[in-house]
């Protein structure tokens, strides 16, 4: 049987259509909208679009405003934060919030089972397993059908009252109906968590804006869980999964949820409360050999989750049992957490290396003593800038704790004071550039120090590296080894000079074969006929990444247009704001760079805008796409060009968002992945092709 809010939202959207809904439907509307809410935030299966969910959202909002009497707090409507959060009260948990015993191996859960087997007079246990999420530790509470309060872990004795926050992630419901399940007032524990995908764009736009990047998703949603303005919680997107029923208390003359006798049916209670809870992941076992099997299968599998797992929880199912073993003063006795392989690791900090980059910006970077973590040893880390190596107080000789994060590049978490020895030196930042000498700035609202000679080999160096980059020119055959090769024997000193190469004096270069040399005299003259948007974006303008270049590409005819255009003008491009616009202004002012472009435009560059033969006819728009594999017939490039003609979004990893992947021979990790992932289509060139259209022909 459907859920008749489906009809009723058929008959809302018939009706809105025609005529403004009336305040006698106000309540149908809610909960129609709250439907939804949980059809795509809970379950990401929307049943309407976007815009209808908008319409029918819009008349809540114009109902409720001329009524206000009519608003009610857990109303859709009241998610909205109108005002800063002056500081964040402390509140009492009502039950402490307890943390959970470790262990790492199957004997720890071996012995775990022995204790309950004495604790409970029975040979075999009934667990419940579920994932131990990595996230910040929340506590919500429920009082009439309304969330009225969302507190932080703290001590575990009394939290922080972050309620104006917790109100904006979108996977908790402001309504919940436990008044149906007899129940007044409810406590539950869960984690906030920021899927991986998110984390990944939210670290990037923190670098493109010169920050540095969070070591894990953990930090980042704890975090954004403190912030005090609501709306820029909003932003973050977090999620939020909840575990536990920690407290509830009856309506009058009500008795127990049936569902109430084992954790399980508390998970699915929650579930059908409209939370997300573990519903799709726990599983119920007979003694404990099951359960370390699902335990060690869980683990192979860590990486295809959209968001950051530990390990496991395991948990005693039977809520009699449970409340018989009690807890010690730190944590449940029925319960035990199953740690997966570390992720982090402690090491020494050597030295500091000081690297200069394309736009002149000098990062540390640390040198450490080899650690392995997760199958990868890491002996260095980028250490971001001044502010940040006194944020985490680093010292020279420090032991510190680093972290690989799933695909995160590594990272120092902290620094471990309590380790030194008292001989570990202060990390002193230069005031010359490493390379050049030439005296460093630093603009006041930056971190970063900068070199300012255009001229510094190893600005140079780095611009050309960037410059022959797969996702700029794509110069094969020219990488950073053979950029630097030539730069060092006095054969390549700028961008242009790429395409002046003296091919003889490179012919005679040791490693260089006859065949090799004319494969890179090839891909370097191929490059010239690349599009507009893959110059603009080897430039290294600061700023203007490959969207932005796209994006600019597509606004002008000729690259030499920008440098006629005034401050205003350029910000009146499409996705232009002060920062990006200011940046390319200085860049096209500059004499220096116009005669580079001239000098491009001469040895045969493009730097005209191609005319557009192809039409972009939208009909992949909001779809997203990744390849992987060597296609048969197509580049990666091309593939990805064809996809984005259509309106499709190109991904840069495998995640839940991710609509079709296309892969092609040795595929590798991502289709492992994807496979996973049940929403994800997987596609060969063949069907790819046919998908846009362009069925090959046979
Ligand atoms: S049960 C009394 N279940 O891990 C109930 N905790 O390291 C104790 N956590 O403080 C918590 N996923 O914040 C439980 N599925 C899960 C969990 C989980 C993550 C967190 C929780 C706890 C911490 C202990």
């Excluded at 409360?273 to 370390?292: D, N």
């Excluded at 024997?489 to 961008?495: E, Q, S, T």
């Excluded at 309106?647 to 496979?675: F, R």
Aim: hydrophobic share 35%; with cysteine.
């Amino acid at each position: 049987m459907s859920d008749p809010r489906i009809e009723q939202t058929r008959v809302l959207l018939r009706q809105v259509a025609r005529s403004p809904l009336g305040k006698e439907q106000i309540e149908t509307l809610r909960s129609v909208l709250r439907f939804h809410e949980h059809r795509y935030y809970v379950l990401h299966d929307p049943l309407i679009a976007d815009p209808e969910y908008d319409l029918l959202y819009k008349e809540l909002e114009r109902l409720e405003k001329e009524d206000p009497a009519l608003i009610r707090p857990d109303s859709p409507t009241q998610r909205v934060a109108r005002e800063l959060t002056a500081e964040f009260p402390t509140v009492k948990h009502l039950v402490p919030m307890l943390s959970l015993e470790n262990s790492y191996n199957a004997d720890d859960l071996l012995d775990f089972d022995r204790k309950a087997w004495e604790q409970t007079g029975l040979e075999t246990i009934e667990y419940c397993v579920e994932p131990k999420f990595d996230g910040g530790s929340i506590s919500l509470i429920y009082e009439n059908d309304r969330l009225t309060r969302g507190a932080t872990r703290g001590d575990g004795i009394e939290g922080d009252d972050v309620t104006p926050n917790v109100r904006q992630i979108r996977s908790l419901p402001l309504h919940a109906p436990l008044s149906d399940h007899g129940i007044q007032q409810l406590e539950i524990r869960g984690e906030v968590l920021m899927d991986k995908e998110k984390f990944r764009q939210y670290n990037e736009s923190l670098m493109e804006e010169g920050q540095p990047p969070l070591a894990n998703p953990r930090n980042a949603a704890s975090g954004t869980l403190r912030l005090k303005d609501p709306t820029q919680v909003a932003k973050r997107n977090l999620e939020a999964i909840v575990y536990h029923i920690s407290y509830f208390t009856l309506l009058p003359g009500k008795s127990t949820p049936q569902s109430l006798q084992t954790h399980e049916g508390s998970i699915e209670l929650l579930w059908n409360l409209g939370f997300r809870s573990p519903q799709g992941e726990k599983r119920v076992f007979k003694g404990i050999q099951a359960v370390i099997d699902y335990c060690h299968a869980f683990e192979a599998e860590r990486d295809a989750l959209p968001y950051e797992i530990d390990g496991m929880v395991i948990k005693v199912n039977e809520l009699s049992l449970q409340e018989k073993m009690g807890m010690t003063s730190h944590h449940p006795r029925w319960a035990i957490a199953f740690k997966f392989k570390a992720r982090q690791a402690t090491t020494k900090l050597l030295s500091v290396d000081f690297q200069v980059g394309r736009t002149g910006a000098v990062t540390p970077v640390a040198k450490l003593e080899p650690v392995a973590i997760g199958g990868v040893t890491v002996s260095s880390i980028s250490i971001h800038n001044e502010e940040y190596i006194r944020e985490k107080d680093l010292r020279l000789g420090d032991e510190v704790l680093i972290e690989r994060a799933g695909d995160v590049i590594p990272q120092i978490v902290k620094s471990l004071p309590d380790a030194r020895s008292g001989k570990e030196k202060k990390i002193v930042f230069p005031r010359q550039c490493p390379v050049c000498q030439h005296a460093l700035h630093k603009e006041e609202a930056e971190a970063v120090w900068r070199c300012g000679n255009w001229k510094c080999p190893a600005q140079s160096v780095e611009r050309m590296i960037h410059f022959v980059s797969k996702d700029a020119m794509d110069i094969r055959g020219l990488g950073e080894a053979n950029i630097r090769k030539f730069y060092e024997a006095g054969l390549l000193n700028d961008i242009p000079g790429i395409y002046e190469l003296n091919y003889e004096k490179i012919g005679a270069m040791e490693g260089f074969g006859k065949k090799s040399v004319e494969k890179l005299q090839q891909s370097i003259h191929a490059s010239k006929k690349q599009p507009l948007h893959r110059l603009l974006y080897g430039l290294g303008i600061r700023f203007v990444g490959e969207t932005t270049a796209k994006t600019l590409a597509r606004q002008i005819t000729h690259l030499l247009d920008l440098k006629e255009k005034s401050l205003e003008e350029l910000q009146q491009l499409e996705d232009i704001g002060p920062k990006v616009g200011g940046s390319i202004h200085q860049f096209f002012q500059e004499a220096s760079n116009i005669r580079l472009l001239e000098r491009l435009g001469s040895l045969g560059l493009t730097l005209q805008q191609e005319a557009k033969t192809k039409t972009t006819d939208g009909s992949l728009s909001g779809k997203t796409f990744l390849f992987t594999g060597t296609l048969p017939t197509l580049k990666r490039s091309e593939a990805e060009a064809l996809a984005e003609e259509k309106g499709g979004q190109i991904l840069s990893g495998v995640s839940a968002k991710l609509n079709y992947l296309v892969v092609g021979e040795d595929a590798g990790s991502k289709l492992e992945k994807a496979k996973k992932i049940n929403t994800i289509k997987i596609l060969n060139e063949a069907e790819f092709l046919e998908l846009i259209g362009k069925p090959a022909s046979s």
